[in-house]
């Protein structure tokens, strides 16, 4: 079966074909954090999501190449570097470390690239399209000195959001503090320099300044990825104006079809509400370890509801995540137990099921909720099998074999200690030997060899610990 995806753009489920999938990957652009505070579970929930989308992609043959890049540097960031009396790049990198920690708790495969939008070759970039943008009219330098996106030159600006411009006045969506603008939905893309920004400034042919937000992702994108990409995802809330923006950005550049597939979840909500740092009604990963519960459970917990159906996090929740897995383990510990029995005595009709249902409901639009209910329901069959003794060992295997294929997709399975190979011990070792020579480059291509080896290295107090990377089998 074909796989099929709702297009926010289109706001219609639409068959995947992704440009030329046999002569490159899927190109898939996913907006990352803003590293200016521990990211909540409600982040994580759509980081999930991707993570799930990219690994249905390859469970069904493709390659995928995901880029999610970290927003290191907008208001909140710089606010708080200064609050913090610490230079930018310090303030940032510890919630982009904690960041990495809870995605892997939570067994998130890491993107082959994480660009950060302060690496000078980024800001570059930005600085191109804008002056792209400008001899084409469709950006313009203010009084104020920043330079603004001219919306009304883009004829498709508001056609994702399906946004009706002469409405945008009334919507309240954008703020009214920015008087120098033509319109009141133009968007910045530099940003002149302000004395609250202190040294954070990149020269530009506009005077010193910073880049907006939504060109960050942009030039990100089309660095990494070229100009036109397979699938963009985000939550809800990046739709407008943020993926708009990157639309009119993009394409005003390039003249091209920027994305093909536009994918967003819906929000993880607390009584209702979404969860969000300004309402204060959030949970990070580490307060729900706190709890007792585990990342394996709470990966359960956020991926048990289709994407696009808003989720509410209750601790009872989390207890039925909980009890989800406790069957799933018992299961595999039965199946295991009979398939080394070698017990050929009892081959049972029910385990030549048709196994498809799995990958057919995650084609129909990633529907989770379907393929969890039919790992349930198979579950309950050979249960019923194997306390009627009549499950052989050959069945056993073959039921195994299936979880093996699907749990690429779920990664569910419990923690097992696996002894760490020693060419993985090597290379730890020569990247601990290059950082201690404050050769950092080295150190993050032994990163991404180790991790390539399906290991993640992360630094602690006491040295550098090496855990099983998400995804590795
Ligand atoms: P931010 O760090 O605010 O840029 O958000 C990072 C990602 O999390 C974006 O894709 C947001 O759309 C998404 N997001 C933020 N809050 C929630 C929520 N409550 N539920 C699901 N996704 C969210
Ligand atoms: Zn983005």
């Known amino acids: 079966m074909a796989l099929r995806f709702f297009n926010t753009y289109s706001r219609e489920i639409e068959e995947f074909e992704p440009v030329d999938p046999t002569a490159r990957p899927v190109r898939m652009y996913t907006c990352g954090p803003t590293v200016y505070s521990r990211a909540h579970i409600g982040n994580f929930r759509a980081y999930i999501f991707e993570d799930l989308l990219q690994r249905h992609l390859e469970l069904r043959g493709y390659k995928v190449h995901r880029v999610m890049n970290i927003t290191d540097v907008e208001d909140k960031t ?20 904690a960041f990495f920690e809870d995605a892997r708790t939570l067994r998130i495969k890491r993107a082959c690239a994480s660009p950060a939008a302060t690496d000078q070759r980024y800001v570059d970039r930005m600085i191109e399209m804008i002056s792209a943008l400008i001899s084409k009219g469709l950006a313009y330098q203010a009084d104020d000195k ?9 004829p498709d600006y508001g056609k994702l959001a399906h946004l009706d411009l002469t409405e945008l006045q009334s919507t309240g969506r954008v703020k009214h503090d920015e008087y120098d603008k033509e319109h009141i939905g133009d968007f910045a893309l530099w940003k002149a ?100 519960y585990t990342g394996r459970e709470l990966r359960y917990a956020l991926l048990r509801v289709h994407y696009r159906v808003p989720l509410n996090f209750t601790w009872e929740g989390m207890n039925e995540a909980r009890e989800s897995l406790a069957r799933i383990d018992e299961w595999l510990a039965r199946l295991r137990e009979i398939a080394k029995s070698g017990n050929l005595q009892h081959p049972t009709p029910s385990a030549q099921r048709r196994t498809t ?51 690429t997709v779920l990664d569910l399975e419990a923690e097992t200690d696996v002894a760490i190979p020693d060419d993985v011990v090597q290379l730890a070792q020569q990247r601990e030997n290059a950082r201690r ?36 089998a």
């Open 78 to 97: 710089i606010r708080g570097a200064r609050e913090a009396s610490v230079p930018l790049q310090k303030f940032t990198e510890q919630f982009k470390d």
């Open 146 to 154: 920043s330079v603004y996106f001219r919306i009304n030159k883009f």
């Open 193 to 292: 320099w302000d004395k609250a920004d202190g040294d954070v400034n990149w020269d530009s042919p506009w005077g010193p300044g910073r880049p907006g937000w939504h060109i960050e992702c942009s030039a990100m994108s089309m660095a990494l990825l070229g100009d036109q990409i397979d699938i963009h995802c985000g939550g809800v809330d990046n739709i407008f104006p943020h993926h708009e923006a990157e639309i009119a950005q993009s394409e005003g550049v390039t003249g091209k079809k920027f994305v093909r597939y536009w994918l967003h979840c819906a929000h993880l909500l607390v009584d209702g509400q979404k969860m969000a740092k300004s309402l204060g009604n959030f949970y990070t990963v580490p307060d729900v370890l706190a709890k007792g």
């Open 357 to 407: 249902a799995f990958e057919d409901a995650l084609d129909d639009d990633l529907n989770i909720s379907a393929a969890l209910g039919f790992l349930f329901e198979s579950i309950r069959e050979t249960n019923r099998a194997m306390d009627q003794n009549e499950m052989d060992s050959a069945s056993a295997s073959r039921w195994l074999d299936w979880w093996k294929r699907i749990n």
């Open 437 to 472: 020579e404050k050769n950092w480059k080295r150190s993050d291509e032994l990163r991404e060899q180790i991790s390539a080896l399906g290991w993640d290295v992360r630094d602690t107090k006491h040295g550098p610990k090496l855990t099983r990377g998400a995804g590795s």
